[in-house]
């Protein structure tokens, strides 16, 4: 079983859609949550920090379920600019903070 | 522009030469990474140094030698690579390991291809 496995995508959807992106992880010591955004021939950025209590920012939620290792990443009224890889990536804490990165799901936004 | 800085952009070596890609980063992090990201694979970590001190080697092979003479500058030396060595080479940088909110900061990527 992969370390962190994420919705194969593509997700192909027109502009205004709401779009929901999953991610699992194996290791019940993970400690932190992020998403990540990696542009076509880019380096990843980091989009948000996934915290327990869920958290929003503009038009992206993120929500973690601790029970069952999942995390979640809502985009709502997507834009054409949108379009790029969503990676999850977590760290685990007994592996020294090692960060671990699904293999990213590629969005498209269409008009 | 995230205050990492990757050069080359691009490299195209044969399976005999030997070069070198280079890292700056000017945040005043203590930890920087090499990353590998091939195509539809999930980027892996080929070496962390924390402190210039080198504290992981994720069993990559010894055709790839990294190098980190201060905590703002990380090298990694190639020498007799194999075409399925091609791939994205991704620097990062971070606070110290073990923080407990380790965020990367990447470079743009040296792309390398080997023939």
């Known amino acids: 079983r992969k370390e962190v496995e994420q919705d194969p995508g593509p997700f192909n959807v027109p502009e205004g859609a709401t779009v929901a992106f999953n991610c699992t992880y194996s290791n019940s010591a993970s400690q932190s949550f992020f998403w990540y955004r990696q542009d076509c021939r880019k380096e990843p950025k980091l989009l948000m920090s996934?915290?327990?209590s869920g958290n929003e920012d503009g038009r992206f939620t993120a929500q973690l379920n601790r029970a069952s290792q999942y995390i979640s990443l809502l985009i709502r009224d997507s834009k054409l600019s949108d379009s790029a890889t969503y990676l999850c990536?977590?760290?685990?804490?007994?592996?020294?903070?090692?960060?671990?990165f699904g293999q990213g799901t590629e969005l498209s936004v269409k008009p | 522009e995230t205050g990492v800085t990757q050069t080359p952009r691009h490299l195209v070596m044969g399976m005999t030469n030997k070069k070198s890609l280079k890292c700056e980063q000017h945040?005043?992090?203590?930890?920087m990474y090499w990353y590998k990201q091939s195509a539809k694979k999930p980027l892996e970590l080929m070496f962390v140094y924390n402190f210039k001190e080198q504290t992981e080697n994720n069993s990559v092979p010894s055709r790839f030698s990294p190098e980190c003479p201060n905590s703002s500058h990380l090298f990694l030396h190639l020498h007799t690579l194999q075409p399925e060595d091609s791939a994205l080479y991704l620097c990062a940088s971070s606070q110290p390991r073990q923080s407990s909110n380790e965020k990367l900061f990447f470079g743009s990527g040296t792309q390398l291809s080997v023939l």
């Open positions: 996934v915290y327990s």
């Open positions: 990536v977590v760290t685990i804490y007994n592996q020294g903070g090692k960060l671990i």
């Open positions: 945040l005043g992090h203590n930890a």
